[in-house]
């Protein structure tokens, strides 16, 4: 019900005729086992300073679905839009965002930026550091044959959300949703970030995606700007909401 009603809110927030230019529609996708409420600190601050915002469903299901599912979305709007991907979401947005011409920039939080032939499993095996393996429960049979993934919820604080007050973290890991396996293996058709504008953000601490990894693909993609949260998480934009705002709001401004 509390998705419902956030994702009512926000929505509605998207229509409303803003004094002045229009800002851009700040659409936010969240990653695997995260969903669309991880973002409720940031869209609250973007809420207040003026930005129509969308938190997207992303299924999680493949690159490419996922990709056609976010660009209905993000087609749907009038107007330009800041895209932003947390974690898997990167490659989400970067397989579709180049063929939408509303897209102005892209924001990365905790996120992969495959290059063609890249995958999500590849980047994160390339550099040492992740401890996600071995905290993933026992995969869900799927009827059609494919699997979903989980993160033990005793596991989830420490792994994903260390920087965030446990309760909360708790929650989230109750409230996580599966990603399917074979979405972490598709291999990338498209890199969006090769000729839209990008800027990255991630923590220090992150135990899912490297931070190596991330510095790489930062400044591979050519970052207009990056910034790195010291102590930060994986979920950085659930305990430094105002840092992620802050680079958004720098995208949306930028010329």
């Known amino acids: 019900m509390r998705n419902l009603i956030l ?4 929505l509605a927030s998207a229509t409303v005729a803003l004094a002045g230019e229009p800002k851009p529609t700040i659409v936010l996708v969240h990653g695997a086992f995260a969903e669309s409420a991880s973002w ?5 601050d ?5 930005f129509p915002v969308i938190a997207a469903a992303n299924p999680l299901r493949s690159v490419s679905g996922d990709a056609a599912h976010v660009a209905s979305v993000v087609g749907s709007v009038k107007g330009p839009v800041i895209l932003v991907g947390h974690s898997y979401a990167g490659a989400v947005i970067s397989a579709m965002a180049d063929q939408l011409p509303n897209v102005k920039a ?3 939080v905790a996120a992969f930026e495959p290059d063609v032939g890249e995958s999500s499993l590849e980047l994160t095996g390339r550099f040492p550091g992740s401890t996600l393996g071995p905290t993933l429960a026992p995969p ?6 494919e699997q979903d993934l989980y993160v033990q919820q005793d596991k989830f604080p420490a792994q994903f959300a260390a920087d965030v007050p446990e309760v909360d973290a708790r929650l989230m890991g109750a409230a996580q949703r599966p990603v399917n396996q074979a979405a972490l293996a598709d291999r990338a058709v498209r890199a969006a970030w090769k000729t839209i504008p990008s800027w990255s953000i991630y923590g220090a601490a992150d135990r899912n995606i490297p931070p190596a990894a991330m510095a790489f693909m930062a400044e591979r993609a050519h970052a207009r700007k990056t910034v790195i ?18 680079l958004i709001e720098d995208a949306a401004n930028a010329e």
């Open 46 to 50: 973007l809420i207040q300073d003026g």
């Open 140 to 145: 869900v049979n799927l009827a059609n044959g």
């Open 7 to 10: 994702g009512a809110f926000c």
């Open 106 to 108: 892209l924001v990365y």
């Open 229 to 246: 949260v010291p102590g930060a998480s994986h979920l950085v934009m659930v305990s430094h909401p105002r840092e992620v705002v802050a």
């Open 40 to 44: 409720s600190g940031v869209m609250a």
